[in-house]
């Protein structure tokens, strides 16, 4: 099956520093999300990301499809940042997501 | 707007005794439902999903069996725990391409 990994594992940031996650995936996808998982566990959508870029306030995401890998930038982060952020993609129609281990943020005030 | 409940949010079960978790979907019909684990160490992994009443589809051979008695209605459910049954359960709809997970239920079996 496919192989999702995700760097780094874990990353720790003072506010207002920049950073991006990277996602690497084993085979073509038609479907790729990025996730974000609070303290608290509850997981929020941040993208829909097959391919291209997209942007959302101080948070982007660029999936380069043909070579496997896709981006999550986080701009001048918060700590309300903080937490595990999830790549997870599928490849067929029925939705099925194959997550990623994520990566562990966390942004000092 | 569309909801996703989870109930109970928390659980702590003796091995050998029975489980039923809930899942319901407010705001829409005929969602896609699905049932992820996450054990420690972060990574969700598929459980059960399903596209209608009585249509269930198992991802892992396992301890646990799903069922989907209503439109909105999905439930995790097992005979006898395991201690390795521990995790974090998250029920998730799918809408379009993306999938909106629920609150959770945190199992602990001792």
């Known amino acids: 099956g496919i192989q999702v990994e995700q760097s780094p594992p874990d990353l720790i940031l003072q506010e207002g520093a920049n950073s991006t996650l990277r996602c690497n995936f084993s085979?073509?996808?038609?479907?790729l999300q990025w996730f974000h998982q609070n303290p608290w566990g509850q997981l929020i959508n941040l993208f829909y990301i097959p391919s291209g870029t997209k942007q959302n306030g101080r948070l982007s995401a660029t999936t380069v499809a043909t070579e496997r890998y896709s981006l999550l930038y986080i701009s001048s982060s918060q700590t309300t940042d903080s937490g595990v952020y999830f790549c997870?993609?599928?490849?067929?129609?029925?939705?099925?997501?194959?997550f990623g281990q994520g990566t562990e943020l966390s942004v000092k005030p | 707007s569309q909801t996703i409940h989870q109930w109970p949010a928390t659980l702590v079960q003796p091995v050998g005794s029975p489980l039923s978790l809930e899942c319901t979907v407010e705001?829409?019909?005929?969602?896609?439902l699905y049932w992820y684990r996450q054990a420690a160490g972060r990574g969700l992994q598929l459980l059960f999903y399903?596209?209608?009443?009585?249509?269930i589809s198992s991802e892992v051979p396992q301890n646990l069996s799903a069922s989907r008695p209503q439109d909105r209605q999905f439930i995790l459910s097992s005979k006898k725990l395991l201690l390795s049954d521990s995790g974090f359960y998250l029920c998730?709809?799918?809408?379009?391409?993306?999938?909106?997970f629920g609150p959770g239920t945190r199992l602990l079996v001792l």
């Open positions: 705001g829409t019909s005929n969602p896609n």
């Open positions: 998730a709809w799918r809408r379009g391409e993306t999938q909106y």
């Open positions: 085979d073509s996808v038609n479907n």
């Open positions: 997870a993609v599928a490849y067929n129609q029925g939705g099925k997501l194959i």
């Open positions: 399903s596209v209608g009443i009585g249509q």
